[in-house]
């Protein structure tokens, strides 16, 4: 107790001109990696020895150095004799290795804030609220070399170059590395983003070299552009030297839009009618009546009801239909999506008259609430921040418990039936587990809420989340929805928007956002706005420059399509729905309110049982059970062989074998057989019919539907391209 007060009393007479700690001391520790994951800031810590991960909390540091151990880390008599320095040093054996040497200004730092007491944290020490980075872009040839600079801007107003105390990390290690000092060098072509994370706070720097790619000099002068999507991703190409791809032929833009907005295919009958329309504005009438059709609104009913993790699993079957049911009405009335979401924070009352009162039945943790809220509108995955500072964001343990204490005030109860009835509580808060006491709510970034006040805490809440200046809630929703039609978010994964996970193209992020909040968050307007451009109209076939680009958007990316769309689509063209239990006959898959309607087809090929806010629940990845399912599996087989599907009624109706190959042709892949597919196709029913004596209606039946499933099992089917 006696040298307790000793060192504090030291530590006062000493603090003016000594190090400090949280300012000075953590930034070297982190930089040595003593707090990092896999040293000491290990969940366990390294041999007895606990530093909080990346020094979230420098109190609890503080005592771990000075105070445990019985003080045998700090040597205030002789500096140099602190373990603290001698292991870090090597001079005496250390797991970890030598972090520094004697001659640092790391050793310096350390020494000097020992000699002076150890003067420990305090409330009244300068923070960092702000990087500054330069240069912040640059363009670079492989082989060349840049020095990052690095500004720290304090609480008070001061600033510091910090350039050598950054933990430095690249996106692309193949295109350009980074030391430990901020010197970054050019490996190879393409473009990097270079992290840098100090006290907390997150930022990057670009370096760019341009691909050797020989471009004709028309190539950019030339270009189509049909709105500003297409100059922001053009001038990205041409920094890059990566040409476009060309414009897709109607055909296949035709099966493209209908499959990407509305997760079904073309009518034969509206194929013959787009590919003989020769009327200039024919894509962008074709974008409008896939935009006003019944099958648009289930599409997107559907994927919001995945992000919405709308489920029987903690919902009864009618409150999973009424949640359904607002999600689907909203859509189908455009509902502006800050309005949509507003509505789900600002509401109370019965479950059953407002389904979006479902959200919190579903969440009923308020920690759960957080994280689902914060992945779902924010594009934020704050989880590891629930036990310590996030380790590749800026946000805070602090910050976590005080977005949770929002949450914290949610009422249930029991109404009629299954009904539930949702209000605000006035009292009830979350601890900070360490704190041991509640925290001011506050959103991320946001201004916090009195402890005192008995206002529900959401309507300030959903304040914040819908302000037009809320970046990180409008581009969460262009990034989902940008990603669905180029099967590549702007920031991939597209619910990983953060600030440390930077934009392929930060221009045209910003544009598009901005262009979505001036416009009134009109989802619908922004599919139509992104369809029409030619950025979306490009072939997916590559030219030899961008082969290998996904990221730019430089060509259409071939995609799977999803398993609901995929079992739609084999029932259209196959004329037999598939059958749901407890459902009507005809219900489409993504008609479905429920995913926990059993199909093994859909979840074979990845359906999300939406029990994670997370858009890797929807799995895409190929598997031997997909391939078995296709090959001799119920699913398509009882299709094709029923007595009333397509090729029987085709059969019924006269059609000729050339006619009912166009037809098949048409339905499985919205275009007209090529000559020879004409003539090899007809030609094979023909020996079919001509091998056997049978029933000929029954030879052609048989014929076609092999045909039929070869179609439905192709690649060209399976895939939207």
Not at 430 to 453: C, E, Q, Y
Not at 469 to 493: E, K, L, T
Request: glycine letters at 6%; aromatic letters at 8%; hydrophobic letters at 35%.
């Amino acid at each position: 107790m006696k040298g307790r007060l000793l060192l504090g009393l030291v530590s006062v007479v000493a603090f003016a001109a000594a190090p400090n700690f949280r300012k000075d001391v953590m930034p070297v520790l982190a930089k040595a990696g003593c707090n990092q994951g896999a040293c000491h800031g290990a969940l366990a810590g390294k041999n007895g020895f606990k530093l909080t991960l990346r020094g979230y909390d420098p109190e609890v540091d503080y005592d771990t150095l000075t105070r445990q151990s019985v003080g045998r880390r700090i040597s205030l008599a002789d500096p140099s004799q602190s373990l603290m320095l001698l292991k870090a040093t090597m001079t005496v054996p250390h797991g970890g290795g030598r972090r520094f040497k004697t001659d640092s200004l790391e050793y310096k730092i350390i020494h000097d804030w020992i000699a002076a007491g150890t003067p420990p944290p305090s409330a009244s020490d300068v923070e960092v609220v702000s990087l500054v980075v330069n240069p912040k872009q640059v363009t670079l040839k492989p082989g060349d070399q840049t020095q990052l600079q690095v500004t720290a801007k304090y609480s008070d107003g001061s600033t510091s170059d910090v350039t050598h105390w950054v933990k430095y990390s690249s996106s692309e290690e193949g295109t350009a590395t980074v030391d430990d000092n901020g010197k970054v060098k050019m490996i190879g072509n393409g473009e990097a983003a270079i992290t840098l994370w100090f006290a907390s706070r997150v930022m990057y720097a670009t370096v760019t070299a341009p691909y050797n790619n020989q471009i004709a000099p028309d190539t950019w002068t030339s270009a189509k552009i049909n709105n500003y999507i297409d100059k922001v991703v053009l001038a990205k190409l041409r920094d890059l030297n990566i040409a476009p791809s060309g414009e897709v032929g109607d055909a296949e833009f035709l099966r493209r839009a209908w499959l990407d907005a509305a997760g079904v295919l073309p009518r034969p009958e509206e194929v013959e009618a787009f590919l003989t329309d020769k009327s200039p504005d024919r894509r962008s009438r074709l974008i409008d009546r896939i935009l006003a059709s019944d099958e648009f609104t289930d599409y997107w009913a559907y994927k919001w009801s995945d992000l919405l993790l709308v489920s029987s699993r903690k919902l009864s079957r009618t409150s999973t239909r009424a949640f359904y049911q607002w999600i689907h009405e909203s859509v189908k009335e455009n509902k502006p999506w800050d309005q949509f979401v507003r509505e789900i924070f600002t509401s109370t009352g019965s479950t059953r008259q407002n389904g979006a009162l479902n959200y919190y039945v579903i969440h009923k943790d308020p920690i759960d609430l957080t994280e689902n809220v914060t992945q779902a509108f924010l594009g934020q995955r704050l989880t590891c921040a629930r036990c310590h500072n996030h380790p590749l964001e800026k946000w805070t343990q602090k910050q976590y418990y005080q977005m949770a204490n929002i949450f914290s005030r949610i009422g249930i109860k029991q109404g009629t039936g299954d009904e539930q009835i949702i209000f605000p509580k006035t009292s009830g808060d979350i601890n900070h587990p360490r704190l041991l006491k509640p925290l001011p709510p506050a959103p991320l970034d946001g201004d916090p809420i009195s402890l005192d006040s008995t206002e529900d805490r959401r309507l300030p809440f959903a304040k914040w989340l819908t302000r037009s200046d809320n970046q990180m809630f409008s581009r969460n929703v262009v990034n989902r929805v940008w990603g669905n039609f180029f099967g590549h978010g702007i920031v991939d994964p597209v619910d990983d928007v953060r600030a440390t996970n930077p934009a392929s193209n930060e221009a045209l992020f910003a544009a598009v956002t901005k262009d979505f909040v001036d416009n009134g968050y009109d989802v619908r307007r922004l599919i139509r706005t992104i369809m029409n451009s030619e950025t979306y109209q490009r072939s997916a076939e590559a030219n030899a420059t961008n082969k290998d680009d996904v990221r730019y958007f430089s060509k259409y990316n071939v995609k799977r399509l999803p398993a609901e769309v995929l079992l739609d689509t084999m029932s259209e063209v196959t004329g037999v729905p598939s059958d749901f239990p407890d459902y009507p006959r005809g219900t489409r898959a993504l008609q479905l309110p429920d995913t926990r309607v059993e199909s093994r087809f859909l979840t074979a090929f990845g359906r999300p049982p939406r029990i994670l806010c997370d858009a890797a629940e929807r799995s895409s990845a190929p598997s031997i059970s997909q391939a078995l399912h296709v090959i001799n599996g119920d699913t398509l087989n009882m299709k094709l062989s029923a007595a009333n599907g397509t090729v029987s009624r085709l059969l019924d109706l006269g059609f000729s074998d050339n006619r009912i190959v166009e037809y098949l042709t048409m339905a499985a892949f919205g275009r007209y057989p090529t000559d020879d597919e004409r003539v090899r196709l007809t030609k094979l029913i023909t020996d079919e019919r001509e091998k056997t004596k049978g029933d000929t209606r029954e030879v052609r039946k048989e014929a076609f539907e092999d045909l039929l499933w070869a179609m439905l099992t192709s690649k060209e089917f399976i895939f939207n391209h």
